[in-house]
């Protein structure tokens, strides 16, 4: 048995390829697995709870028959950090806070989505915080639901030309003072996030203290990945 950790499908009604891939995936590792973490941005965006789009019917209710068999993990991402109690209720999964530790076979590991590690993103982080602030999320969660896709396929558009125009770069990737900074604080653990799409497994290394920093690849055109945690360590896969 195993642990399975996958992050930013983006999943939306725009992707039925990748919405097939993960409901095969689901019923595959069904009752096979130790549990499975999905570190953030399982969806493109979540507009909250009481969200009735039809291709989430069919979500929900495969992650609720997967989560009866085996335990299910959620972490917020940038683009789902609305995802709730009523979330966690339909689909099965629990809720986890960003960063997570885990322990698996002795080995120490850190969760994260990864967003808070791109500090150099000052105009992201500012929103970051104002967006995580129960006042923000509730005065957002209070507006009719289809003015709330409305702005989020607007801060979808506006993401997608931002991203045409400068390609990835270095101010979308995480910086090393703030990956220091975090496993500084939780005692040097191997690092695993999501969220940047560069799939990798970087050495951190700083005066006698060294570790991993392993990022889960995101899933695009109909192919995912994730990595799988057992006793023997950690390792990266592809899909299907
Ligand atoms: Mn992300």
Redesign the pocket.
């Known amino acids: 048995m195993a642990i399975h950790l996958i992050s930013?499908l983006h999943l939306s009604d725009d992707t039925p390829e990748l919405t097939a891939l993960f409901l095969g995936t689901l019923q595959a590792w069904q009752g096979q697995l130790d549990a499975l973490y999905i570190l953030?941005?399982l969806f493109e965006y979540w507009v909250g709870d009481d969200d009735d789009s039809p291709f989430l019917r069919d979500t929900l209710a495969a992650m609720r028959a997967f989560a009866d068999k085996t335990p299910l993990y959620v972490m917020h991402?940038?683009?789902d950090f609305l995802l709730g109690e009523g979330f966690a209720r339909a689909s099965g999964a629990r809720l986890l806070s960003d960063p997570h530790p885990l322990v698996v076979g002795g080995a120490r590991y850190l969760l994260s989505?990864?967003?808070a590690l791109c500090t150099d993103d000052t105009a992201y982080q500012q929103f970051r915080a104002q967006s995580r602030s129960p006042a923000w999320q509730q005065a957002m969660l209070a507006r009719p639901l289809a003015e709330r896709h409305l702005i989020a396929r607007m801060a979808r558009q506006e993401s997608e030309a931002a991203k045409r125009q400068t390609g990835l770069t270095a101010i979308s990737d995480v910086t090393d003072a703030a990956v220091l900074a975090l496993l500084d604080a939780h005692g040097w653990p191997v690092l695993v996030h999501?969220?940047t799409h560069r799939p990798a497994v970087h050495v951190v290394e700083r005066g006698e203290r060294q570790t991993q920093r392993w990022v889960i690849a995101d899933w695009h055109d109909g192919q995912g990945g994730y990595l799988a945690i057992d006793g023997h360590g950690i390792g990266a896969h592809a899909l299907p």
Do not use: K, M, P, T
């Open positions: 930013d953030g941005d991402g940038n683009r989505h990864g967003d999501g969220h």
